[in-house]
T-cell receptor, first 115, second 115 residues
Framework: AQSVTQLGSHVSVSEGALVLLRCNYS??????LFWYVQYPNQGLQLLLK??????LVKGINGFEAEFKKSETSFHLTKPSAHMSDAAEYFC?????????????FGTGTQLKVEL | KAGVTQTPRYLIKTRGQQVTLSCSPI?????VSWYQQTPGQGLQFLFE???????NKGNFPGRFSGRQFSNSRSEMNVSTLELGDSALYLC??????????????FGEGSRLTVL
């Protein structure tokens, strides 16, 4: 079975500061990992994904994540936070179940960006 | 290219009623998944359909059902509504159906309130 753990349900940073959102995964098979962002009253938007190619993955809006197998981690970073980054972020792992397409999500991290 | 469209966006029902939610996937996407999002349980997988067949099902009671039509549009139904069914129901479509690429494109959701 696959699972992800997001450390910190709320993270607050100053505008211009580094954003670091933590995600650790558990998977019995090589995982596919994803980060999604959700703005209020909207669905989820894919930020980036890891599918066993390069371990450093670049996504949209300046975000990137590094897959570290030894640490079972897939932390999301952005060098400089912007007010528009305030949203909820979800880490997810793909569970291959007989050809099906299912994501298991973490509990989410609410990012607050302060002036 | 139009995104995933969910209707209705908001609805209010009373306990014991039933509800049907609709989802139109991105053109060309044959896999449609449904997720329930609540503050307490987070994002939980309901089921996935591909070519009118349910491929995966989450751990939800039989009151939750779905189907997919030949044009890939999908509906989900919840019968005998309970207060705990109040949630944001998210539909996601995917082009890669058989493998694990698992890139899901989400709609904006249908927010169900059960009174």
């Amino acid at each position: 079975a696959q699972s992800v753990t997001q450390l910190g349900s709320h993270v607050s940073v100053s505008e211009g500061a580094l954003v670091l959102l933590r995600c650790n995964y558990s998977s019995s098979v090589p995982p596919y990992l994803f980060w999604y962002v959700q703005y209020p009253n909207q669905g989820l938007q894919l930020l980036l994904k890891y599918t066993s190619a390069a371990t450093l993955v670049k996504g949209i809006n300046g975000f990137e994540a590094e897959f570290k197998k030894s640490e079972t981690s897939f932390h999301l970073t952005k060098p400089s936070a912007h007010m528009s980054d305030a949203a909820e972020y979800f880490c997810a792992v793909s569970a291959f179940t007989g050809g099906g397409n299912k994501l298991t999500f973490g509990t989410g991290t609410q990012l607050k960006v302060e002036l | 290219k139009a995104g995933v469209t969910q209707t209705p966006r908001y609805l209010i029902k009373t306990r014991g009623q039933q509800v049907t939610l609709s989802c139109s996937p991105i053109s060309g996407h044959r896999s449609v998944s449904w997720y329930q999002q609540t503050p307490g349980q987070g994002l939980q997988f309901l089921f996935e359909y591909f070519s009118e067949t349910q491929r995966n099902k989450g751990n939800f009671p039989g009151r939750f059902s779905g189907r997919q039509f030949s044009n890939s549009r999908s509906e989900m139904n919840v019968s005998t509504l309970e207060l705990g069914d109040s949630a944001l129901y998210l539909c996601a479509s995917s082009f890669v159906a058989g493998g694990r690429a698992g890139e899901l494109f989400f709609g904006e959701g249908s927010r169900l309130t059960v009174l």
